[in-house]
């Protein structure tokens, strides 16, 4: 398997942080609110995880692409 990017629709995000609360290492919300990702490549072996904190955005402004 390849990794898979993450990427991110910023008129969609609202920078409440739930995605970083499920993985602190990968996205940061910055102090003005808008989220930066530590990591955009994201490996097999992390996929699930990362999968389950893109899913837990409310307002769905995230995306796993291959
Ligand atoms: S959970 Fe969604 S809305 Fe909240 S900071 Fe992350 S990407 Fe933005």
Redesign the pocket.
């Known amino acids: 398997m390849i990794d898979m990017r993450i990427v991110?629709d910023r008129g969609?995000?609202?920078?409440?942080?739930?995605?970083?609360s499920m993985a602190e290492d990968v996205?940061e919300?910055q102090g003005n609110g808008s989220?930066r990702v530590l990591i955009e490549d994201i490996s097999p072996a992390r996929r699930e995880e990362i999968q389950a904190?893109v899913d837990?955005?409310?307002?769905?402004?995230?995306k796993l692409v291959d």
């Open positions: 991110v969609r995000c609202t920078g409440l942080g739930i995605c970083e996205f919300v989220l904190a837990s955005c409310p307002t769905e402004a995230l």
